[in-house]
């Protein structure tokens, strides 16, 4: 029996090796995405991200941008054209002891009206922390956007693929994805805001 086998391996050497490569690619593929996550420390830091909203009319006619002022997150709050589209940008925090993704609310002027002067709100931040306005992370985390591409070898024959981008965090190779909820998972941009300290402003 032993014998049996090992001639049909020496006869079919090439299509045993044509049908263990493609699982030792993907053994190996694993394992390499697998070891950032073993090796890297998880992310250290919260982190402050502004997205945009959908288009629509019947939000407030105001446009909302955030800024970082002496370790201070500002929202400056301005009037928009009657005939403008609304898209209320939204403040959201990463919370990196859970990987939980949060909105922080604050209130509008719906007072405001056309012509009338920007103004200046600032937002508290949890445990009065200081925001540091940075792309990266002290740790070395970093966000990042990724194009997602879905329909494996069927789409690509038929042209059936889908494509989306994720917002990650990324340091040497680990990847911690930000997961908005619907429906800012879906909007672009979301950019960066700044990282939070690990002490009050201050400090």
Same mark, same amino acid.
């Given at each position: 029996?032993?014998?049996? *086998?090992?001639?049909?391996?020496?006869?079919?050497?090439?299509?045993?090796?044509?049908? *263990?490569?493609? #699982?030792?690619?993907?053994?190996?593929?694993?394992?390499?995405?697998?070891?950032?996550?073993?090796?890297?420390?998880?992310? #250290? &830091?919260?982190?402050?991200?502004?997205?945009?909203?959908? &288009?629509?009319?019947?939000?407030?006619?105001?446009?909302? /941008?955030?800024?970082?002022?002496?370790?201070?997150?500002?929202?400056?709050?301005?009037?928009?054209?009657?005939?403008?589209?609304?898209?209320?940008?939204?403040?959201?925090?990463?919370?990196? /002891?859970?990987?939980?993704?949060?909105?922080?609310?604050?209130?509008?002027?719906? /007072?405001?009206?056309?012509?009338?002067?920007?103004?200046?709100?600032?937002?508290?931040?949890? @445990? @009065? =922390?200081?925001?540091?306005? %940075?792309?990266?992370?002290?740790?070395? &985390?970093?966000?990042?956007?990724?194009?997602?591409?879905?329909?494996?070898?069927?789409?690509?024959?038929?042209?059936?693929?889908? &494509?989306? %981008?994720?917002?990650?965090?990324?340091?040497?190779? =680990?990847?911690?994805?930000?997961?908005?909820?619907?429906?800012?998972?879906?909007?672009?941009?979301?950019?960066?805001?700044?990282?939070?300290?690990?002490?009050?402003?201050?400090?």
């Amino acid at each position: 029996m032993r014998q049996g *086998a090992g001639r049909f391996l020496r006869d079919n050497a090439f299509l045993v090796a044509a049908m *263990a490569l493609p #699982a030792l690619v993907v053994l190996l593929f694993v394992v390499a995405s697998a070891v950032p996550r073993w090796t890297v420390p998880p992310p #250290a &830091y919260d982190l402050l991200l502004r997205a945009g909203g959908p &288009y629509d009319v019947s939000l407030p006619h105001l446009a909302v /941008d955030f800024s970082v002022v002496d370790g201070r997150v500002e929202a400056t709050v301005r009037a928009l054209k009657s005939d403008a589209f609304p898209q209320l940008a939204s403040l959201f925090l990463f919370e990196h /002891d859970t990987f939980n993704v949060r909105e922080i609310r604050f209130e509008l002027p719906l /007072d405001l009206k056309e012509g009338d002067p920007a103004r200046k709100i600032v937002i508290d931040m949890p @445990g @009065g =922390r200081r925001v540091m306005p %940075q792309a990266k992370a002290p740790d070395g &985390y970093e966000m990042d956007t990724r194009t997602q591409r879905g329909g494996g070898l069927v789409g690509d024959i038929f042209g059936m693929n889908r &494509y989306g %981008q994720e917002n990650v965090l990324v340091s040497r190779g =680990r990847l911690v994805p930000l997961n908005l909820p619907s429906p800012y998972r879906y909007q672009l941009p979301v950019s960066v805001v700044g990282w939070l300290a690990n002490e009050p402003v201050g400090k």
